[in-house]
């Protein structure tokens, strides 16, 4: 059984950064993509970024220049470092891990970007 654990969310002022982390615990089979979405409220779950099996990465348009992802093989870590945080981008932060059998999700965590 895979688990995935978050964290690094919280309240910082726009302009500002934070760093969100995920730690996948658990055999992980076939592995596709570990990646991150968001969902601010009243509004659909989003990709924010991916990185694949190959260490491909793809970024949404809205984060592109501001939020990087990366990831520790060994460790089944994955990141994703955001800078220069907008009130947009305000949400409840999830991981996932997309292997070829199932998706895996993470509990989430707030990120809220506000004065």
């Known amino acids: 059984q895979v688990q995935l654990v978050e964290s690094g969310g919280g309240l910082v002022q726009p302009g500002g950064s934070l760093g969100l982390s995920c730690v996948a615990s658990?055999?992980?089979?076939?592995?596709?993509?570990m990646g991150w979405y968001r969902q601010a409220r009243g509004k659909r779950r989003e990709l924010v970024a991916q990185?694949?099996?190959?260490?491909?990465?793809k970024i949404a348009d809205s984060v592109k220049g501001r939020f990087t992802i990366s990831r520790h093989r060994a460790n089944n870590t994955v990141y994703l470092q955001m800078n220069s945080l907008k009130p947009e981008d305000t949400a409840v932060y999830y991981c996932?891990?997309?292997?070829?059998?199932?998706?895996?999700w993470g509990q989430g965590t707030q990120v809220t970007v506000s004065a």
């Open positions: 658990g055999s992980i089979r076939s592995l596709v993509a």
């Open positions: 990185i694949t099996s190959d260490d491909s990465t």
């Open positions: 996932n891990v997309d292997t070829i059998l199932r998706d895996y």
